[in-house]
């Protein structure tokens, strides 16, 4: 099976832009959560989606949101970017057999100038 | 709200020698407990996770971990290091309300001398 996949794997946007990435799940995947990861605050959890519906949601302003498709492809969008929001910006998908493991895909590195 | 600490942000072992990463955790019983490694330019790949039927749990790469409920503790260890493993490593809690919800450690950046 192919993996989690993600596109842009690397975006620059200016300040006050807003950008939308994309993330397709391991086929059969049904839940898609969304990680941001910089150097100085680590790992951090986003949000969550099962079945086009938003499950949980990290402590991040309401600039960032997702949604996710019928066919379980996931977006999330940052709007009025800032500095701060530099990040790996990191997708992962859980099957439901074993729904406490998720498959992360590489990431998308965006870059905001 | 649900915390993990990692002790020593960099780890460095000499090829063959035993590696141990440690992981504490604060959580609600009973916790969901993983561990993760990254590797240079790459996304999380799971390592192994903790389910209450072992308190020893074995995962790929010849990795395993502990989990001590009295020390809330969930140390990986691998008795004999590689040059491969190298990478960074992260200890994740879930959440009570979901096992996706992932709380991460700070991570360990583990280097094999050769």
């Known amino acids: 099976k192919a993996g989690v996949t993600q596109t842009p794997r690397y975006l620059i946007k200016t300040r006050g832009q807003q950008v939308t990435l994309s993330c397709s799940p391991i086929?059969?995947?049904?839940?898609v959560s969304w990680y941001q990861q910089t150097p100085g605050q680590g790992l951090q959890f986003l949000f969550e989606?099962?079945?086009?519906?938003?499950?949980n949601k990290g402590n991040f302003p309401g600039r960032f949101s997702g949604r996710q498709f019928s066919n379980s492809r996931s977006e999330m969008n940052v709007s009025t970017l800032e500095l701060g929001d530099s990040a790996l910006y990191l997708c992962?998908?859980?099957?439901?057999?074993?729904?406490?493991?998720?498959?992360f895909g590489p990431g998308t590195r965006l870059t905001v100038t | 709200a649900q915390s993990v600490t990692q002790l020593g942000s960099h780890v460095s072992v000499s090829e063959g020698a035993l590696v141990l990463l440690r992981c504490n955790y604060s959580?609600?019983?009973?916790?969901?407990l993983f561990w993760y490694v990254q590797y240079p330019n790459q996304g999380l790949q799971l390592l192994l996770k903790?389910?209450?039927?072992?308190?020893l749990v074995k995962g790929i790469n010849g990795f395993e971990a502990e989990f001590k409920k009295s020390e809330t503790s969930f140390h990986l260890t691998k008795p004999s290091a590689h040059m491969s493993d190298a990478a960074e490593y992260f200890c994740?809690?879930?959440?009570?309300?979901?096992?996706?919800?992932?709380?991460f450690g700070s991570g360990t950046q583990l280097t094999v001398l050769p």
């Open positions: 992962a998908s859980s099957p439901r057999d074993r729904s406490d493991e998720q498959y």
């Open positions: 086929s059969g995947h049904r839940s």
């Open positions: 989606y099962f079945s086009e519906t938003q499950r």
């Open positions: 959580s609600s019983v009973p916790p969901y």
């Open positions: 903790y389910t209450s039927a072992a308190t």
């Open positions: 994740a809690v879930g959440s009570s309300g979901s096992a996706r919800q992932l709380t």
